[in-house]
């Protein structure tokens, strides 16, 4: 019997994709969930798996191709049964896992939704120097080079390569946010020395009960949700002749991957405690990064968070993600000597910059905003509590 294979839903507004690659040939045998294509639109990249066992009987499009949702690009001939891979139990383990995404029959890989630069779920620790490290407690080390690395040659040449569906879409959203929106940027600084004495202090015991790590982007989250409280408008957004106002925060989280920058979004974050908010980042970053994210895990978000820090950069300006009106710029931590009850101290800084619409938002709202997100940050026993 014959199998179609069918383009899967491409998401919110997404009507057609290219096929940019076939990882199987006429005649192959194909187990299930075996990857059997790519498609690439606008916003992500999607594996195409198989739904049943048997051989790839015919490819009816090719590489480059536009296919829309639901439209056959082959056909399997389950007649011949390929034999399933035993599964294999995995090793027991002295410390929780952290968890992988649930296999489906497809799977996708999400490409930018918001264009700011050199952004990651990650972290920044200061060490017993005077310079800084920036620790990546989701996985990946700062180091890896997320594009291709051409090496430099002393004879002269130029390549020119075309422009991929996704590079396209992130021009246009990027030139957009910039025509559309009134941007502009205030900025501040906080003194993190006590999140960090609460780190420090309650970190193993964190990890041991709630099997993830204490990291600062729980700290942040929980500042912006109790600002966000005080100056709704931050979390609203133009549309038309309309404000929409939100009475709910979910937080898009600026998460760099090979293919480029993916903001997946935390739902319902005002509602979450540090370690909920843990656990849901850390399972958004290993889905981000081992290719897990679905469509739904992109849409929406009211508001977001970017941490160019772990690239090393002291200040930006972070650019909105459209239609939000709002996002948070964290940077590098470095010791820099202030002066505490007028005497001269060294403690751990980091400069934050907010980015906002000031169609909707005024200077002094959002200057009121920053400085509650700093001073939440710098008292951080309010974060756990019910404020």
């Given at each position: 019997m014959d199998i179609e294979i069918k383009v899967p839903s491409l998401g919110e507004s997404e009507t057609e994709a290219t096929l940019i690659t076939w990882l199987k040939k006429e005649g192959d045998a194909v187990a299930v969930d075996?990857?059997?294509?790519?498609?690439?639109?606008?916003?992500?990249?999607?594996?195409?798996?198989?739904?049943?066992?048997g051989v790839l009987k015919s490819v009816l499009k090719k590489v480059d191709d536009i296919v829309e949702p639901g439209e056959v690009i082959g056909v399997i001939d389950d007649s011949e049964k390929v034999e399933q891979p035993e599964a294999v139990k995995p090793a027991a383990a002295a410390v929780q896992p952290v968890p992988e995404p649930e296999e489906a029959a497809t799977v996708v890989r999400a490409e930018p939704e918001s264009e700011e630069p050199a952004a990651e779920i990650v972290t920044s620790s200061v060490q017993a120097h005077d310079t800084v490290v920036d620790e990546d407690e989701y996985g990946k080390t700062p180091d890896e080079?997320?594009?291709?690395?051409?090496?430099?040659?002393?004879?002269?040449?130029?390549?020119?390569?075309?422009?991929?569906?996704?590079?396209?879409?992130?021009?246009?959203?990027?030139?957009?946010?910039q025509n559309t929106a009134a941007m502009l940027t205030t900025f501040n600084e906080v003194n993190l020395q006590g999140v960090m004495d609460l780190r420090t202090r309650y970190g193993a015991q964190f990890q041991q009960k709630n099997g993830v790590k204490l990291g600062f982007m729980s700290f942040f989250v929980r500042a912006v949700c109790q600002a966000i409280s005080q100056y709704p408008a931050l979390n609203a957004y133009i549309e038309a002749e309309d404000i929409v106002y939100h009475n709910y925060v979910d937080i898009g989280i600026?998460?760099?991957?090979?293919?480029?920058?993916?903001?997946?979004?935390?739902?319902?974050?005002?509602?979450?405690?540090?370690?909920?908010?843990?656990?849901?980042?850390?399972?958004?970053?290993?889905?981000?990064?081992?290719?897990?994210l679905s469509p739904d895990d992109?849409?929406?978000?009211?508001?977001?968070?970017?941490?160019?820090g772990i690239y090393g950069s002291m200040l930006s300006t972070p650019i909105l993600n459209p239609p939000q009106s709002g996002i948070l710029g964290m940077h590098n931590i470095q010791k820099?000597?202030?002066?505490?009850?007028?005497?001269?101290?060294?403690?751990?800084?980091?400069?934050?910059?907010?980015?906002y619409d000031h169609?909707?938002?005024?200077?002094?709202?959002?200057?009121?905003?920053?400085?509650?997100?700093?001073?939440?940050?710098?008292?951080?026993?309010?974060?756990?509590?019910?404020?």
């Open positions: 075996d990857v059997l294509a790519e498609i690439e639109s606008d916003k992500i990249t999607m594996e195409i798996t198989a739904l049943d066992a080079p997320s594009q291709p690395v051409h090496a430099v040659s002393s004879k002269r040449h130029e390549e020119r390569v075309p422009m991929t569906r996704l590079r396209k879409r992130i021009a246009e959203r990027l030139k957009s946010a600026a998460v760099s991957t090979e293919k480029g920058l993916v903001v997946p979004v935390l739902r319902d974050a005002h509602l979450m405690g540090l370690s909920q908010i843990e656990k849901g980042i850390s399972e958004l970053a290993v889905k981000a990064r081992d290719g897990g992109l849409k929406g978000g009211t508001f977001s968070i970017t941490n160019g820099r000597p202030i002066v505490e009850n007028d005497n001269i101290v060294i403690r751990p800084m980091m400069y934050l910059a907010l980015s169609r909707l938002i005024d200077g002094a709202d959002a200057v009121r905003f920053l400085v509650t997100v700093k001073e939440s940050l710098e008292y951080p026993g309010g974060l756990t509590l019910d404020l």
